[in-house]
């Protein structure tokens, strides 16, 4: 499998941030290039994919569904392998694929793992719980969720029982873009800082 990344920051830097994308935007979408540039400007190299879903409709344009877990998983595993140096990562991504950097870490080695919007549950079906595997999870991780996102509420979330190795950085007012309303005072720009800021200090938390 060829994949193809966009790389920001430095080549020689000490620990490299991966990033998939969400569902339904791509690697390059304005969410991702605000995150990637700024980890980048703390001196992590970042390394962006695409699941082979995305990567088709870069080429032919048409909007696909994502494939299926076994597709998504298999390929994150295989881009860990192609990036090499797992002790020296830090994998994640946004929505999906964050979700799909926590289903395979545990395996990989890798120092840790870092989720931009956690789908906890599809909107609207608290019952259909995507946590079993953040119960028992061994990597360091760490969830960066909207206190607005429809995905998971706190008080939601508060009930679930994480793993001791999971924490929470809850965005101010933020939906599942981390983006605020204007009357509370809070910006997607300053709430996306924010959380570059706690990706910062939990990768240099993992040694």
């Known amino acids: 499998m060829t994949i193809d990344f966009i790389f920001d920051g430095p080549d020689d830097a000490k620990q490299t941030i991966l990033l998939a994308h969400g569902a339904g935007a791509a690697m390059d979408s304005p969410f991702m290039n605000e995150m990637a540039a700024g980890l980048a400007a703390c001196g992590y190299r970042v390394a962006r994919f695409e699941f082979p879903y995305m990567a088709k409709r870069r080429v032919d344009g048409k909007k696909r569904g994502p494939d299926r877990a076994p597709v998504l998983i298999e390929t994150y595993q295989q881009v860990v392998t192609q990036l090499g140096t797992p002790e020296k990562l830090v994998i994640g991504g946004k929505s999906m694929g964050g979700r799909v950097a926590s289903m395979v870490t545990d395996d990989l080695g890798v120092r840790g793992v870092v989720c931009l919007g956690y789908p906890f549950h599809p909107p609207g079906k608290p019952e259909n719980l995507r946590t079993a595997h953040l119960q028992t999870m061994k990597t360091p991780t760490l969830i960066c969720h909207g206190t607005r996102d429809p995905f998971g509420s706190p008080d939601e979330v508060a009930g679930y029982g994480l793993a001791d190795t999971v924490s929470l950085h809850w ?37």
């Open 171 to 207: 965005v101010s007012d933020g939906d599942h873009d981390f983006d605020a309303r204007k009357k509370s005072g809070h910006t997607q720009e300053g709430n996306i800082a924010e959380a570059i800021n706690a990706i910062d200090a939990f990768v240099k938390s993992t040694g």
